[in-house]
């Protein structure tokens, strides 16, 4: 199930607020800002997975599951 949701995530866009400022990837984030973000482009990351985008459903092994950046899979 996992696999398919990263493949395949429930919706393609979600947005968070940030509470306090911050900086994201050296840019300044401030407070209230509504930042938009896509699972979909997220979890097909080449940075993130071997073989992006291949249906591999044994890469959530745990052997294999630690080599997942923490925040690559963030399906909802």
Do not use: C
């Amino acid at each position: 199930i996992v696999e398919a949701m990263r493949l395949r995530p429930a919706v393609w866009v979600l947005t968070r607020r940030a509470v306090v400022e911050t900086e994201l990837g050296g840019y300044r984030i401030p407070a209230g800002a509504d930042i938009i973000y896509s699972p979909y482009a997220i979890q097909r990351d080449p940075k993130s997975y071997d073989g992006n985008l291949e249906f591999d459903p044994d890469r959530w092994l745990p052997e294999r599951a630690a080599n997942v950046p923490k925040h690559a899979m963030k399906p909802f």
